[in-house]
């Protein structure tokens, strides 16, 4: 990583995963005093369901660290256990000056409401489907939305497709079901 960042300086936005048992052992200290610029901090609760929940002691070491460290964190959302975007909702509520990406935002109603009660609250698009990219701009929040591609795992779900046209495909269809305003304003966060 310290290499790739080097090599290709800002094109590149590390993303620090942080797996429970890094918590208990010098693994995640390893990782902060490396050197690499982290951009964020991400958990998978679907990896890592009973580790992460609501009020554990590993959630709060980590929105702390994201607190301290003045960085984003980016915890996995989905529609399995232990990922629901609700489950998030007291570490957001009680942490306004750190900021939360809800990876995937799903499931969307859940996602919307927290972006709507909470301005700490944003999402990504990795893997979410044009038309509730359409309905976050529909709800006036494209301005909380990060373009996400989650590569490279995107090439262990679409083997067949070329990722570029892939994701060429994915911006016209964007483009084509949102305002010029939303689609640029969409384009152009960056955290």
């Given at each position: 990583m310290s290499e790739l960042v080097r090599?290709?300086?800002?094109?590149?936005?590390?993303?620090?995963?942080i797996l429970p048992q890094m918590l208990s052992d010098d693994g995640l200290l390893r990782f902060?005093?490396?050197?690499?610029?982290?951009?964020?901090?991400?958990?998978?609760?679907?990896l890592h369901p009973l580790s992460w929940q609501c009020g554990s002691r590993n959630l709060q070491k980590v929105v702390r660290l994201a607190?301290?460290?003045?960085?984003?964190?980016?915890?996995h959302t989905g529609e399995s256990p232990g990922c629901y975007p609700s489950l998030f909702e007291r570490a957001i509520r009680h942490n306004p000056a750190v900021t939360f990406i809800l990876a995937h935002g799903?499931?969307?109603?859940e996602t919307i409401?927290?972006?709507?009660?909470?301005?700490?609250?944003?999402?990504d698009t990795a893997f979410m489907p044009v038309e509730h990219i359409a309905e976050l701009c529909h709800h006036v929040l494209s301005h909380r939305v990060l373009w996400g591609t989650d590569v490279p795992i995107q090439?262990?779900?679409?083997?067949?497709?070329d990722i570029t046209t892939y994701y060429k495909k994915r911006l016209c269809?964007?483009?084509?079901?949102?305002?010029?305003?939303?689609?640029?304003t969409i384009m152009s966060n960056i955290i």
């Open positions: 090599t290709v300086r800002n094109r590149v936005l590390p993303v620090l995963w902060i005093n490396s050197g690499i610029p982290w951009r964020m901090l991400k958990i998978h609760p679907q607190k301290q460290l003045n960085l984003p964190l980016l915890i799903r499931p969307l109603d409401a927290l972006m709507q009660r909470y301005p700490n609250v944003l999402t090439r262990y779900y679409s083997r067949k497709e269809e964007l483009r084509n079901v949102v305002s010029n305003e939303h689609y640029e």
